[in-house]
């Protein structure tokens, strides 16, 4: 689901990880969430990230500065879109 304004968290980290050479399991080894966590953010089965969970995520892939700012700001778009639908 792409959000108004830019692409959807879940690509974002889709992206992120696949450019770091990660996998789900490698991120969740780094970021101390679960394979679960990161697999229903990448599917787009979460869509509201909490912003601890992003900072975790950005961390773990060792993240740029412009990276995490795109990260924190998807997330950011992508709570206020389900606040506004639901």
Same mark, same amino acid.
């Given at each position: ?12 980290? $889709? ?5 770091? %050479?990660? @996998?789900?399991?490698?991120? !969740? ?6 394979? *679960? /966590? ?16 992003? $900072? ?5 892939? %060792?993240? @740029?500065?412009?990276?995490? !700012? ?6 950011? *778009? /992508? ?8």
């Amino acid at each position: 689901m792409e959000l108004e304004g830019g692409i959807s968290f879940g690509c974002l980290l $889709r992206v992120a990880r696949i450019e770091a %050479g990660m @996998t789900q399991e490698d991120l !969740a080894a780094r970021s101390g969430l679960s394979v *679960r /966590a990161i697999s229903d953010l990448e599917r787009e089965h979460t869509r509201r990230p909490y912003f601890r969970s992003v $900072r975790l995520l950005a961390d773990g892939l %060792g993240a @740029t500065a412009s990276v995490r !700012a795109e990260l924190l700001q998807a997330a950011g *778009r /992508a709570r206020l879109h389900r606040q506004a639908v639901g």
